[in-house]
């Protein structure tokens, strides 16, 4: 199972596309905030592709209005493995964002907001951050991940643009 992953895209449709056909094939995509209509656009792109994957996406610290619809953090499984979603923002530390994710049975956890990449393993929980999918985000170039999933197993690849 291949899961692109993206974060702090900030409205920057353009490097979403790229990122997305670089990534090629994904069986699901997850979206970890910051901006939600940038997870509406995702979803638009995923749907007219052959296999239709599906989108998980979360808020993030730019999506407090109203209007967001998008749940805060969320639970999912992808291939057997259960993965925790959120943007990061609400955590205090990586630390602490090990434990939220073991107190629902995660063996992953994906998360935005620092824009900076990281794939790190605290407390039995790998952390999974693919940086700023947003060229103009800090001034560094746009970036995703590639979870991919095999027999319980898992390797993340970074993708730049």
Request: aromatic share 6%.
């Amino acid at each position: 199972m291949r899961v692109g992953l993206f974060s702090d895209s900030h409205g920057d449709h353009d490097a979403l596309d790229e990122l997305l056909e670089k990534m090629g094939y994904v069986d699901a995509v997850c979206f970890l905030g910051d901006v939600a209509r940038d997870a509406e656009h995702l979803r638009v792109r995923l749907a007219v592709m052959p296999n239709q994957p599906p989108l998980y996406a979360v808020r993030g610290n730019n999506d407090y209005n109203e209007t967001c619809m998008l749940p805060w953090e969320l639970l999912i499984e992808l291939n057997g493995l259960r993965v925790y979603m959120t943007h990061g923002h609400r955590l205090s530390s990586l630390l602490g964002l090990a434990y939220k994710a073991q107190e629902c049975g995660a063996q992953i956890a994906l998360f935005g907001h620092t824009h900076a990449a990281l794939c790190e393993t605290v407390q039995g929980v790998t952390l999974i951050n693919p940086g700023s999918a947003g060229n103009f985000c800090r001034g560094g170039r746009a970036r995703a991940s590639v979870l991919e999933i095999r027999r319980g197993r898992f390797h993340v690849s970074n993708i730049l643009l």
